[in-house]
């Protein structure tokens, strides 16, 4: 097979023009190919508005080397020989299941999970405190209209994880040697998603569609002969021996396993606190937070385009980072273009803001999560004063050694968001922000928000630390995007959930420091993304699939 890299079309271009640029590239008559696939595409914008698709294609000719040897005579680096790698599953395991494994949680890094072992025969039964997905939707449409919250069925809980309610990007930075991406990618596609995320560099499925795709996988993993419990929390654990025995439901119904899957997410305070008590080894680690920052959509596609709208592309995207002169750093996440800012809260009396996008991302504004990292030095200094609010003395003294501590100060600032107006999504100008004034009236630039909301003061929640690396950091970014620092973008809060406040360490086997326990995906600390935890849900099916059989 012969590939082909760093082939350039312009936006719009036909498949027959793709075609014969193949051709023109191998010097070869169009009856001397087989087939060709897409690998990967790309955009080149940096010669505005002249945009281009970058590709890299895998050709199948009955004279590859004959070609190759022909091509090569002229220096062209960019063709060349591979070998298509297909994901390989292990078998072998030889200890006897006596139960199905368990899988707690149904985001990706379950979902996928379940997936494979039941390809396997293994027939694992996962278990969701939330809803089935379409029934879930229901659920955050109305808390979204009334306010009134479900803790167990909500943006972060139910079918499908917090990633059902998000921008749904498909693209990873993790280093994929034997194929896990593509595999995901793979069932995506089984799920009912469109071929095309398969190349393009940066894929996305909206909310819309992964509901639809998550009860399809949920249905597949069914046929193959695993189960799915819903509205079912595991609330307690049977550890004996230094072994999992069993798992509490509800806290009442007691189910007997081996093998239980931590699938939990990040936002599982309550499981984590769980955990802890039973000695699960885990320990705090950094992570980031900040604000929702909403711009025009146009603006957006006017930076990163050179036009106000491209059809073939769709609404543009961006990722910025900034180090600021105070040592800390700044950064765009999960940006949202054509999409929402949610209310993603999953505790009563807390407040947590994300962005969503729908397939067509066609709201009128772009939003991301502008985010400054806090390290465990950070809870320590911050959250000591929430602890002893809420009567955690034994845990505020020790706030260093404990491994919820990043968690407490996420709930600290989600406290004093929910309390500036009772629940309502606190919302703010960049400009009355940097003026440390409350917000009275927008401008140009009006919010597009799924939930209440309510004019606010923003620095009233955030430590002065980040709320002046914030500052500062928006700003700097409007030196490197026209109008980003625009006094009338709208800024809402606040953005804790960009990952878990904890990890949850692991062996080369994939268990923690209780045999049958394996730690898994975003929640235990080893994703950051609807992608990356579906990998690391493979990963950990690869390691039950060793060790056991049915």
Not at 142 to 148: A, L, N, T
Not at 168 to 197: C, M, S, W, Y
Not at 524 to 530: M, V
């Amino acid at each position: 097979m012969i590939c082909i890299s760093q082939l350039k079309l312009p936006v719009g271009h036909t498949t027959e023009a793709l075609e014969k640029k193949i051709c023109q590239q191998l010097k070869i008559k169009k009856e001397e190919l087989s087939s060709w696939q897409i690998v990967r595409r790309s955009l080149d914008a940096r010669k505005k508005p002249d945009l281009k698709f970058v590709y890299v294609i895998d050709v199948d000719t009955p004279k590859e080397r004959k070609i190759l040897h022909r091509v090569q005579k002229v220096n062209d680096k960019y063709i060349m020989l591979t070998k298509r790698t297909e994901y390989q599953f292990p078998t072998g395991g030889s200890e006897k299941l006596q139960q199905p494994p368990v899988v707690i949680g149904s985001g990706p890094a379950g979902l996928f999970c379940a997936w494979m072992l039941a390809k396997a025969g293994l027939r694992p039964v996962v278990y969701e405190r939330g809803e089935k997905a379409a029934e879930r939707k229901k659920t955050v449409d109305q808390y979204w209209k009334d306010g009134i919250l479900d803790p167990n069925s909500n943006v972060q809980f139910g079918e499908g994880g917090a990633g059902t309610f998000s921008d749904g990007k498909l693209n990873t930075l993790v280093k994929d040697p034997v194929g896990r991406h593509r595999k995901v990618l793979e069932i995506f596609v089984q799920g009912g998603a469109p071929e095309h995320i398969l190349y393009e560099q940066k894929p996305h499925l909206g909310t819309d569609q992964l509901i639809g795709i998550v009860t399809s996988l949920r249905e597949q993993i069914e046929q193959m002969g695993g189960s799915f419990c819903f509205t079912k929390k595991v609330t307690d654990l049977d550890i004996r021996d230094g072994k999992i025995c069993r798992i509490q439901l509800n806290d009442s119904e007691w189910v007997e396993t081996q093998v239980c899957i931590a699938a939990i997410g990040h936002s599982a305070r309550d499981t984590f606190r769980m955990l802890k008590k039973h000695g699960i080894a885990m320990e705090a680690k950094s992570f980031a937070v900040g604000v929702r920052i909403e711009h025009p959509q146009e603006m957006i596609n006017r930076s990163q385009y050179g036009r106000p709208e491209v059809k073939e592309l769709g609404a543009a995207n961006y990722k910025l980072t900034h180090q600021l002169e105070n040592g800390r750093g700044i950064y765009s996440f999960c940006m949202c273009p054509g999409g929402y800012v949610v209310d993603a809260s999953s505790e009563k009396g807390y407040l947590a803001v994300n962005g969503m996008s729908y397939q067509a991302r066609d709201s009128r504004n772009a939003n991301s999560a502008m985010i400054v990292t806090v390290s465990p030095q950070d809870y320590v200094t911050y959250g000591m004063d929430y602890l002893q609010r809420m009567g955690e003395d034994a845990l505020a003294a020790t706030l260093d050694q404990n491994p919820l501590a990043g968690m407490y100060f996420q709930r600290y600032l989600e406290q004093k968001a929910y309390q500036m107006h009772e629940g309502k999504i606190p919302v703010q100008t960049y400009g009355d922000f940097h003026d440390k004034k409350e917000t009275k009236a927008f401008g140009d630039v009006e919010p597009c928000i799924r939930g209440r909301y309510a004019m606010s003061n923003l620095r009233e929640i955030f430590p002065d630390f980040l709320a002046e690396s914030l500052d500062l950091g928006i700003a700097a970014c409007g030196r490197k995007i026209h109008g980003f620092d625009r006094p009338d973008a709208v800024l809402s809060g606040v953005e804790s959930r960009t990952s878990s406040p904890v990890r949850i360490p692991r062996n080369e086997q994939m268990e923690g420091n209780i045999e049958g326990f394996y730690p898994c995906g975003e929640g235990a600390g080893y994703a950051g993304g609807i992608t990356s935890a579906a990998m690391d849900g493979l990963r950990v099916a690869e390691a039950v699939c060793k060790k056991y059989c049915i």
